[in-house]
């Protein structure tokens, strides 16, 4: 019985410096939080172990703002920002809108073609290299391949047509993305 006391003393011993250092440990770094609140205060202390715990402090609770980023250039000059809403009128040009915009006044586009595929229906899927896909509304083949200029007409009531340049022929299409 002697020897059940002891190694339940030793146990409650060891389990009481375990809680002891755990509460040193835990009140040390809250110290330290406390102690360095911003950049320039982690940038004073010593130790290299402490100094990458309080930046890690500092910049953890500024990592789950997600601030707004906007960026402005006075020097971007006037054809640069043609070029850039340009190439936002032809990214929405064909896509469904209930609200009327700029790229409903295009009337026509121009682009490369990367991919043409079949769906199930056996209709032609012309995927561009600006990533528009567009998706023939009937069955009707048009003879066009990879790398070829195709272009696009708006039409009357909502319809686009694709046709290949300097050719004759269209088929009626629809954007899918």
């Known amino acids: 019985m002697n020897l059940q006391t002891n190694q339940y003393k030793a146990r409650s011993s060891v389990a009481f410096i375990l809680q002891v250092s755990c509460l040193l440990y835990l009140s040390a770094s809250i110290a330290l939080a406390q102690e360095a609140r911003t950049a320039s205060d982690c940038v004073a202390i010593k130790n290299d172990e402490k100094r990458l715990y309080c930046f890690d402090q500092v910049f953890s609770s500024l990592s789950n703002t997600k601030p707004e980023l906007t960026i402005t250039s006075p020097e971007l000059d006037k054809r640069e920002k043609v070029q850039l809403s340009k190439k936002a009128l032809v990214d929405s040009f064909g896509s469904p809108s209930p609200q009327k915009s700029a790229a409903d006044e295009l009337q026509t586009i121009a682009l490369t073609l990367s991919k043409v595929s079949l769906t199930a229906k056996k209709r032609q899927v012309f995927t561009f290299a600006n990533g528009q896909i567009w998706e023939s509304k009937t069955?009707?083949?048009?003879?066009?391949?990879?790398?070829?200029?195709?272009?696009i007409t708006k039409g009357a009531l909502s319809a686009f047509y694709l046709s290949k340049k300097d050719v004759r022929g269209r088929i009626r299409v629809k954007r899918r993305e």
């Open 139 to 151: 069955n009707k083949k048009l003879r066009i391949k990879e790398g070829d200029s195709a272009i």
